[in-house]
């Protein structure tokens, strides 16, 4: 009895060891893909003297890829950063009510790099989450274009500065290759961005789950 008691313990223990993946001195080389749409209808109050839509709408499109690679410092604990190309669409549409001097579409491109610590709680160095503090930049350029009551563009670049925790479902079906998926990240974030000849600048707390967009990542485990 004392033998059988002896080697559950030892088997529960030992399936929460670090092994292979991530142990110290190990590293993680892969790429993410994100992709999000939402569609969403808004309505306005109609003031004539301003001229102000009744309602529009709005639907977003966004898409990112980009490289990763991240070291374990310690065991079940790495260090990384990560780098993206990002883009993404809006197109308004405008039912009813008067549309002038509103957008009919909106398209961003830019960049965007972070550097993270993250903490890893695998079963059976399978399966599990991984989660730590984050802080990540971007840079976009973003085109407006109007249609009412006379055609134009107006352009302008945006800077964001955010800082947060992340949390990720880790799945490693061999020893090498590995895959995670964003569950939800809690984060501040401060933009900056020149436009119509005015300097705006925004901060902002913001909690994103998994269910706003779908991110995707592959990774190569080697080392040790």
Same mark, same amino acid.
């Given at each position: 009895?004392?033998?059988?008691?002896?080697? /559950?313990?030892?088997?529960? *223990?030992?399936?929460?060891?670090?092994?292979?993946?991530?142990?110290?001195?190990? =590293?993680?080389?892969?790429?993410?893909?994100?992709?999000?749409?939402?569609?969403? @209808?808004?309505?306005?109050?109609?003031?004539?003297?301003? =001229?102000?839509? &009744?309602?529009?709408?709005?639907?977003?499109?966004?898409?990112?890829?980009?490289?990763?690679?991240?070291?374990?410092?310690?065991?079940?604990?790495? $260090?990384?950063?990560? &780098?993206?190309?990002? @883009?993404?669409?809006?197109?308004?549409?405008?039912?009813?009510?008067? /549309?002038?001097? =509103?957008?009919?579409?909106?398209?961003?491109?830019?960049?965007? &790099?972070?550097?993270?610590?993250?903490?890893?709680?695998?079963?059976?160095?399978? /399966?599990?989450?991984?989660?730590?503090?984050? &802080?990540?930049?971007?840079?976009?350029?973003?085109?407006?274009?109007?249609?009412?009551?006379?055609?134009?563009?107006?352009?302008?670049?945006?800077?964001?500065?955010?800082?947060?925790?992340?949390?990720? *479902?880790?799945?490693?079906?061999?020893?090498?290759?590995?895959?995670? @998926?964003?569950?939800?990240?809690?984060?501040?974030?401060?933009?900056?961005?020149? =436009?119509?000849?005015?300097?705006?600048?925004?901060?902002?707390?913001?909690?994103?789950?998994? @269910?706003?967009?779908?991110? $995707?990542?592959?990774?190569?485990?080697?080392?040790?």
């Amino acid at each position: 009895m004392y033998k059988k008691t002896s080697f /559950i313990i030892l088997a529960l *223990l030992g399936a929460f060891t670090v092994n292979a993946q991530t142990q110290k001195g190990n =590293q993680l080389l892969g790429g993410s893909i994100f992709f999000s749409t939402s569609k969403n @209808t808004n309505d306005y109050f109609v003031n004539p003297d301003y =001229q102000y839509n &009744a309602s529009n709408e709005r639907k977003f499109t966004g898409f990112s890829i980009g490289p990763s690679y991240s070291y374990f410092v310690a065991n079940n604990l790495d $260090l990384g950063f990560n &780098a993206g190309y990002n @883009t993404s669409k809006i197109t308004y549409t405008y039912p009813s009510g008067n /549309i002038n001097n =509103q957008p009919g579409e909106a398209k961003t491109n830019g960049y965007s &790099a972070s550097v993270y610590l993250r903490k890893y709680y695998l079963y059976n160095n399978k /399966i599990g989450i991984r989660t730590g503090p984050f &802080a990540q930049y971007s840079y976009s350029r973003q085109k407006e274009k109007y249609a009412n009551p006379n055609p134009y563009n107006n352009e302008y670049d945006k800077k964001d500065f955010g800082a947060g925790l992340g949390l990720d *479902l880790v799945f490693f079906p061999t020893r090498h290759l590995g895959f995670s @998926t964003t569950i939800g990240t809690l984060a501040y974030s401060h933009s900056d961005r020149e =436009q119509y000849n005015n300097h705006y600048k925004d901060d902002s707390f913001n909690l994103s789950l998994a @269910t706003s967009g779908l991110t $995707l990542s592959a990774f190569y485990a080697f080392g040790k």
